[in-house]
């Protein structure tokens, strides 16, 4: 799944240098967090316009492992005193899931109970949003894949 495209977010994405990719040491430690401890976390933290932060987790596998590493990354975040506004993921579908989750309104919900998931993020919560792989194209070719007009100058 590419990892090039996050999310639109109120018409606007975050700048390259404001993108921290969680699998390189040299991004964790920019974070201050401890690039050595071996735990799953999201794919991204990313700084959107009008100052908001997200994790993103860019998931072909199952919803379940998605959001816990979104909870661990927002835990690890956390101990370091970063912001998180946003919890994302986006994902292929989830058919292998569909008893256990669904989607309302652009938000994660247990299908059982219908609240929505939530992320942990220190003193307070944030609930999951979820895109389709798709929608994040429809997204990008609404602009013909130029990211220019939404970048934050």
Not at 1 to 10: H, L, Q, T, Y
Not at 22 to 29: A, G, I, M, S, T
Not at 33 to 38: A, E, F, G, V
Not at 73 to 78: K, Q
């Amino acid at each position: 799944m590419s990892r090039d495209r996050p999310p639109v977010i109120k018409g606007r994405i975050p700048q390259s240098n404001e993108r921290y990719n969680l699998d390189d040491p040299l991004k964790l430690k920019s974070l201050n967090l401890d690039p050595t401890i071996r735990s799953k976390i999201a794919d991204e933290y990313d700084h959107y316009p009008d100052c908001k932060w997200a994790i993103i987790e860019y998931k072909s596998r199952n919803l379940r492992d998605s959001i816990e590493q979104l909870q661990e990354t927002s835990e690890r975040l956390s101990e370091v005193q970063r912001t998180i506004d946003m919890a994302i993921i986006v994902s292929k579908g989830m058919k292998a899931e569909k008893n256990i989750f669904q989607r309302k309104n652009g938000l994660l919900h247990y299908k059982l109970t219908g609240k929505p998931v939530w992320i942990q993020t220190g003193a307070s919560n944030v609930e999951v949003q979820i895109y389709y792989l798709w929608e994040v194209d429809k997204q990008y070719e609404k602009y013909n894949r130029s990211l220019e007009p939404w970048v934050s100058k």
